[in-house]
């Protein structure tokens, strides 16, 4: 009885001190968003079930770039965990900065043919295209279009429209037509309010315009580089096509948006929208939950749809990060644990359920998940066509002139498309060949 | 009978440490005393400028601390000067440091002058014209972003209730002919009472004296401002001078709060390009080559001015 007591002690002991041993602080970092909240609601069920204890760390957009990227190239243990923009995984991956996946994934059975490919691709792999993880795809995303259903629901509008334009006032099957409907509404008086066509993204900081500009762009047939010749970018990034796109953009800054949206991005278009200022808002899918819950332009005001189709296809830019350990991190045991849970379909479920965009197939595929929300189907048609910008170690170095040069000739008025995509592949190639890769 | 402080702190001196420095000269001590500061000085100043020197001639980059560091010359040197980009950023540099200097001294001076007189109220004029430069220029930076909205900003419609202009009509911070102007005038409203203090103090150092003996010989009150008034407050405005134009060489904060460097590189500054060089695409070695273009533009200008400062002042 007594050896049994004792052992029972022992045993009481080792279990207490194991789980005091393993259970640890883990630092999430993302940005300071909608997403994240729900996020750390979410994790409350990743604390109940493993003793670890989850803090956060969430930065403004405008200034998640400068400071994660800051935390992971100095080697900073702020984060444990960190949920990086899609375009840093080259940097990330090349410099050791985050963990590699591959053998974690293979060891817990997680696959990632078990999510949308796009979200592999672009969250995920480096080199791209091949199966080297370094993300588990954590938040799909995509820049899609809002619009004031309950405006172009108004039978005078819809008439007067369908005079002007000969074809009924809805969702815009071309870029041409949102520039139209654009036009339509810009300094209309709706309720005794002037308001404007759209809000589009201007913002010159950090990476606004480009998220913005390279929806034209790349429906009017601008590429990153020659498919068949890897940086080979001359006549693909400054293409006809490309100029032209760029030129519709402008167009569509000149004639359709709200004076002083020279800075814009995710926050203003928001703003702008729910304010009843722009019929139309350019924006990631992200703010989709948030519209439909407020008050002014929820509940059935507003409808949704996917970038729309230019003269050479159709296309959106990928929004979206994945969910990474970093490696400096002392608790990558721990960090591990949390992405085998939110791996998991149950949290995946729930990560929808409760406001994230899960990238995990079998959510998204699940015949009730187009009906789900008003933008279900949106978000799904949207990751059907996504396009990403550059991913490369060199990503900063590379999105910055294109910032500058888009930015000159968009909002500034500054040179022409040609001249400024002409300076962009200058721009480029330079980068490229302090790279060595050229 | 009581010790002077200097007898008390020899035998407050532990006798060990006493017969240890008894044979040390002053030469000696005064060394020991010094050198601290001189560790100091050079760890968190000289060898900072001699790393980033040498930094300049490399290829380096802080983010790809696996890279072999090649040295490269004066390539960095030859590429900063001779990329019109970077000219375009020290003309806008020029421009905003011009003109908010232009303003601040006359506009300060201005205000320095009348609150020198003596009016009801004067003290809390004073508090109240000094209130912008206690803020911080992140918020201000932020603040007037929002006086500057074409169809909500307060600044829109003051100008509009004056010229008739529709107030939706025109963005400060979004035409490229109106920005480099929108920041001036914000830098402008923050800091022309830092320039009106320091001028004040001039002002106030100008014994009554010297005014009273140029009544007695019959100087009228324009004659007194120019050859009294000036001449003594000059210094002190040479001073403001060099404060405010080291200051806004290096404006980040505000600027990049307001318009972000644009439209377009309308209104990127010097060191909001330098900043993108050396913490956003992580050129470190061509960002050191900047930096030190900077400071050798920078301390040229500020010797020179020094010199003047100090003719003037010997007058």
Not at chain 1, 172 to 182: F, M, R, T, V, Y
Not at chain 1, 224 to 243: L, M, Q, T
Not at chain 1, 345 to 364: F, R
Not at chain 1, 390 to 417: C, D, I, K
Request: proline share 5%; hydrophobic share 45%; net charge negative.
């Amino acid at each position: 009885m007594k050896s049994q007591l004792l052992m029972a002690n022992t045993l009481l002991a080792a279990t207490l001190y194991g789980s005091a041993a393993q259970a640890d602080d883990l630092t999430l970092c993302w940005a300071a968003w909608d997403p994240a909240n729900a996020l750390v609601e979410l994790s409350k069920g990743f604390e109940a079930q493993s003793g670890h204890k989850m803090n956060f760390e969430f930065v403004p957009w405008p200034n998640f770039a400068d400071r994660m990227l800051n935390e992971l190239n100095s080697g900073g243990k702020l984060c444990d965990l960190l949920i990086g923009d899609s375009q840093w995984i080259g940097g990330a991956a090349e410099n050791g900065q985050y963990l590699k996946l591959n053998s974690f994934f293979e060891k817990e059975g997680i696959s990632m043919d078990d999510f949308i490919p796009a979200t592999v691709t672009g969250y995920s792999e480096w080199p791209k295209n091949t199966p080297n993880y370094y993300a588990l795809p954590a938040f799909g995303d995509v820049v899609g279009w809002t619009y004031r259903k309950d405006w172009f629901e108004r039978p005078e509008l819809k008439k007067e429209f369908k005079a002007k334009y000969g074809r009924d006032l809805g969702v815009p099957a071309s870029l041409a037509e949102l520039k139209d409907i654009g036009e339509f509404f810009q300094g209309r008086d709706i309720d005794g309010k002037t308001v404007y066509g759209a809000a589009i993204y201007t913002e010159r900081g950090s990476e606004g315009i480009t998220m913005g500009v390279t929806n034209a762009l790349y429906n009017y047939g601008f590429a990153y580089e020659n498919p068949n010749k890897p940086y080979d970018i001359d006549g693909f990034v400054n293409s006809d096509g490309a100029i032209e796109g760029l030129e519709f953009y402008k167009d569509l800054y000149d004639c359709c948006t709200p004076p002083g949206s020279s800075d814009w991005y995710m926050g203003a278009n928001i703003d702008a929208y729910k304010s009843g200022q722009v019929a139309m808002q350019m924006n990631f899918a992200f703010i989709w939950p948030g519209v439909e819950a407020d008050p002014n332009v929820g509940g059935g005001k507003s409808g949704y749809f996917p970038n729309p189709a230019g003269p050479a296809g159709q296309f959106a830019q990928l929004g979206g990060q994945g969910i990474s350990v970093v490696s400096s991190s002392k608790k990558r045991a721990a960090a591990l644990d949390y992405i085998k849970w939110f791996a998991t379909p149950k949290v995946q479920q729930d990560w929808w359920t409760a406001g994230g965009y899960s990238a995990l197939s079998a959510v998204v595929e699940d015949p009730s998940f187009a009906s789900s929300q008003p933008y279900a189907q949106t978000f799904l048609d949207s990751m059907a066509i996504v396009k990403d910008f550059w991913a490369e170690p060199s990503y900063a170095s590379l999105l910055l002139p294109m910032q500058a040069r888009v930015h000159n000739y968009v909002v500034a008025g500054q040179g022409t498309a040609k001249q400024a995509l002409d300076g962009l592949v200058k721009d480029w190639d330079e980068v490229f060949e302090d790279e060595g890769k050229k | 009978m009581l010790k002077s402080p200097a007898d008390r702190a020899a035998m407050a001196t532990p006798v060990r440490v006493a017969r240890r420095i008894k044979g040390l000269s002053d030469r000696a001590i005064a060394w020991i005393f010094v050198t601290p500061t001189i560790i100091i000085l050079l760890s968190i100043n000289i060898f900072p400028l001699i790393w980033t020197i040498w930094l300049s001639f490399t290829n380096f980059r802080v983010n790809r601390p696996n890279n072999e560091v090649d040295f490269i010359g004066l390539r960095n040197y030859e590429r900063i000067l001779t990329d019109p980009d970077t000219w375009l950023t020290m003309q806008s540099t020029a421009h905003f440091l011009f003109w908010t200097i232009f303003f601040q001294v006359l506009i300060g001076f201005a205000l320095a002058y009348l609150i020198n007189k003596k009016f009801k109220g004067n003290d809390m004029w004073t508090t109240i014209i000094v209130l912008p430069m206690m803020l911080s220029p992140a918020v201000v930076g932020n603040f007037w972003k929002f006086l500057y909205q074409p169809q909500i900003g307060f600044f829109n419609y003051v100008v509009s209730f004056f010229t008739g202009v529709e107030p939706t009509s025109f963005s400060m911070i979004g035409d490229v002919s109106l920005a480099p102007w929108s920041i001036v005038i914000v830098d402008t409203w923050m800091w022309t009472p830092f320039v009106m203090l320091i001028c004040l103090a001039g002002l106030r150092s100008i014994p009554d004296s010297i005014y009273e003996a140029a009544e007695c010989d019959r100087a009228g009150k324009w004659r007194q401002f120019w050859t009294i008034t000036i001449p003594m407050v000059l210094p002190f405005l040479m001073l403001a001078i060099l404060f405010r134009g080291i200051e806004n060489f290096k404006m980040f904060d505000l600027v990049v709060q307001l318009t972000g460097g644009g439209p377009g590189s309308t209104t990127e500054l010097t060191s909001i390009n330098l900043k993108r060089e050396a913490f956003e695409k992580w050129r470190t070695g061509y960002a050191s080559a900047y930096a030190v273009i900077l400071f050798v533009t920078v301390f040229g200008l500020a010797s020179i001015y020094v010199k003047a400062l100090n003719r003037v002042k010997a007058r």
